[in-house]
């Protein structure tokens, strides 16, 4: 059986064709430029691979290029459509409508698009490839999406509410939602398979860091509180969104640039956090580089993030009443020995103990704390792809 899986942004079409009888890649890539141009890149799970300029105006050319390279030439793996069972799709916003992982109909597309306004980057344009998604597919094949605030979905309102009047959130829907979801279950669910534990037993705080970032504080299986918010602009310094800040300094910084409210949206989701901290790069690798020659605005960024980090996880402690074990996953959670290890050290308060021979590890499922430590602590490798596949083999075998 075959699934396949997209995310879908505003330009472009991530996508990632599996085999579910092994969960091996078949095929992966992108479709990308959409609206500017176009561009398709490629890949089978033998290593044929395509690059090529393309004309995407509309979605609907994208997915119908996505379906020319499954189907024929050079990268072709299946000989038609058919052979695909379902489409899963992520979906990052799904509020308070969406609690689960359902399957897709003209009136679940709607409400998708109805929620655009909660985030704009986002759920248009996934509205927009799902109804690309069902023009070209063959009749009846079944479409599944899978949240990205699902697994945040039963956080307490102790965890979710603000402190701005109660109308704001009966009346727009203002609250904490919370992001990576689909991420932070896929890898506690295999903390957890590794630990020989259940899930509904284990006190976890999982750090999801990359170039968006996330801790989540999952208690008994369940996210009883995550550090993004309203939107995933929250919480932890990032790549190039600046994460919490004192609200009053919003304000006042946009009163100092004369910015409107959506320049100061851009300002703190594209020009801030690391890029605009270090006046660098966004990328951590730079950082880190930038940060070993002494740049000291580099290695703010460094001190930032690993201080954050490692604030959350003692309040995460806090609420959860202990801690069983801290995972690492993403971009920078799975390769960067040098955070792990700077978040994890002067914690022996809480018991945890770093074994920095194991943790010199990039990439890898790896226990990085010794056995005397209290606190289990992994590298997880993350795996949103793979979850969206599984949630949609499950809902269609039902
Ligand atoms: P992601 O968004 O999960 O793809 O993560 C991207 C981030 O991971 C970027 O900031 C990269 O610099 C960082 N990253 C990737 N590989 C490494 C590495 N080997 N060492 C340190 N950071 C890395």
Redesign the pocket.
Do not use: H, M, T, W
């Given at each position: 059986m075959k699934i396949l899986v997209v995310n879908a942004g505003s330009s472009s079409l991530k996508y990632q064709l599996l085999n579910m009888e092994n969960e091996e890649v078949i095929a992966k890539g992108n479709c990308d430029r959409i609206g500017i141009g176009g561009h398709v890149s490629a890949k089978t799970g033998d290593g044929r691979a395509l690059e090529a300029d393309c004309d995407f105006p509309t979605h609907t050319e994208a997915f119908e290029k996505l379906v020319e390279v499954l189907t024929t030439g050079e990268t072709k793996v299946i000989d038609s459509m058919a052979e695909i069972s379902a489409v899963g799709h992520r979906i990052v916003q799904g509020a308070e409508v969406f609690k689960e992982t359902c399957l897709v109909t003209d009136e679940v597309i709607d409400k998708i698009d109805s929620l655009a306004e909660l985030a704009p980057v986002h759920n248009h344009p996934h509205a927009l490839a799902l109804r690309a998604c069902k023009k070209v597919l063959p009749e009846g094949t079944p479409q599944a999406v899978v949240f990205d605030t699902a697994f945040h979905s039963n956080m307490p309102r102790k965890a979710y509410l603000f402190g701005l009047p109660y109308e704001d959130y009966e009346n727009y829907a203002v609250r904490k939602y919370g992001f990576h979801g689909t991420s932070h279950r896929f890898v506690s669910a295999e903390l957890a398979k590794v630990l020989g534990k259940d899930l509904k037993d284990l006190k976890i705080v999982s750090c999801h860091?990359?170039?968006?970032s996330s801790i989540t504080a999952v208690k008994d299986g369940i996210s009883v509180d995550t550090s993004m918010g309203f939107t995933p602009l929250d919480g932890l310094v990032m790549?190039t969104r600046c994460g919490a800040v004192d609200p009053s300094a919003i304000t006042f910084v946009m009163k100092k640039h004369g910015f409107t409210p959506d320049e100061m949206t851009d300002y703190m989701n594209k020009k801030s956090g690391?890029l605009g901290v270090s006046g660098i790069s966004?990328?951590?690798?730079?950082i880190?580089a930038a940060a070993d020659k002494g740049n000291e605005r580099a290695q703010a960024v460094s001190e930032l993030l690993t201080y954050q980090i490692k604030k959350y996880i003692g309040s995460y402690a806090a609420a959860m009443n202990g801690v069983d074990a801290i995972l690492f996953t993403?971009?920078?959670g799975e390769?960067?020995p040098?955070?792990r290890a700077a978040v994890l050290s002067d914690m022996d308060f809480l018991g945890i103990e770093l074994d920095a021979a194991a943790n010199n590890v990039?990439g890898k499922l790896t226990k990085i704390s010794t056995d005397a430590s209290k606190v289990a602590c992994y590298v997880v490798p993350t795996n949103e792809e793979l979850l969206i596949a599984r949630d949609t083999l499950a809902l269609i075998s039902k």
């Open positions: 860091l990359g170039n968006g790549g690391f966004s990328d951590n690798r730079d880190q993403g971009g920078i390769n960067s040098e955070v990039r």
